[in-house]
T-cell receptor, first 115, second 117 residues
Framework: NAGVTQTPKFQVLKTGQSMTLQCAQDMNHEYMSWYRQDPGMGLRLIHYSVGAGITDQGEVPNGYNVSRSTTEDFPLRLLSAAPSQTSVYFC??????????????FGDGTRLSIL | TQLLEQSPQFLSIQEGENLTVYCNSS?????LQWYRQEPGEGPVLLVT?????EVKKLKRLTFQFGDARKDSSLHITAAQTGDTGLYLCAFCSPLGAGGTSYGKLTFGQGTILTVHP
């Protein structure tokens, strides 16, 4: 089982460049999300999607765009990279629907440095 | 604003010792999850607690949800070097109107545990 696959694993960008972080899941999960992880801050929600064609903002959405054209894929776009966006980015997926505490399945992360 | 406070932030112990990690808030949660994260990997779910006062055991790990559902603890008995990692608590909040779908997580800042041989 591939689970949640993120690419690339590492990336270095210059300030002002744009790029797309890829995320794909093969579990037919409805819910997908993007988090960033910074030292001492835990994980913070950037954007999420409850199904194809539906996205919404999380806690720290500024500077990021998302789209969900298929159930499997949920790319995260950095429009104009800034040093403050240096972080480790995690994509996660889960079944949505009734029930509390749906387990989130995380990818292994993309380590992004903005110079 | 941090809604979940984890303590301690760092914990360094010897193999065989016991330890407890705490997750506290002023808010009441319908459920709370604990995750473990190893370097270079994403978090992995350990347990979900739902009922106030609930205790769940996972081998040497014991998880407790406070009676008022505002706090939780993770106790590890006889720690092993393989327990080393980042431990995160997170609460689930409903998405959309009606609150019947859950999936949005808010995390504490984590506890970095190092177990020395």
């Amino acid at each position: 089982n591939a689970g949640v696959t993120q690419t690339p694993k590492f990336q270095v960008l210059k300030t002002g460049q744009s790029m797309t972080l890829q995320c794909a899941q093969d579990m037919n999960h409805e819910y997908m999300s993007w988090y960033r992880q910074d030292p001492g801050m835990g994980l913070r929600l950037i954007h999420y999607s409850v199904g194809a064609g539906i996205t919404d903002q999380g806690e720290v959405p500024n500077g990021y765009n998302v789209s969900r054209s298929t159930t499997e894929d949920f790319p995260l776009r950095l429009l104009s990279a800034a040093p403050s966006q240096t972080s480790v980015y995690f994509c996660a997926s889960s079944q949505s629907g009734r029930g509390q505490g749906q387990p989130q399945h995380f990818g292994d992360g993309t380590r992004l440095s903005i110079l | 604003t941090q809604l979940l406070e984890q303590s301690p932030q760092f914990l360094s112990i010897q193999e065989g010792e016991n330890l407890t990690v705490y997750c506290n808030s002023s808010s009441v949660f319908s459920s709370l999850q604990w995750y473990r994260q190893e370097p270079g990997e994403g978090p992995v779910l350990l347990v979900t607690v739902v009922t106030g006062g609930e205790v769940k055991k996972l081998k040497r790990l014991t998880f407790q949800f406070g009676d008022a559902r505002k706090d939780s603890s993770l106790h590890i008995t006889a720690a092993q070097t393989g327990d080393t990692g980042l431990y995160l608590c997170a609460f689930c909040s409903p998405l959309g109107a009606g609150g019947t779908s859950y999936g949005k997580l808010t995390f504490g800042q984590g506890t970095i545990l190092t177990v020395h041989p």
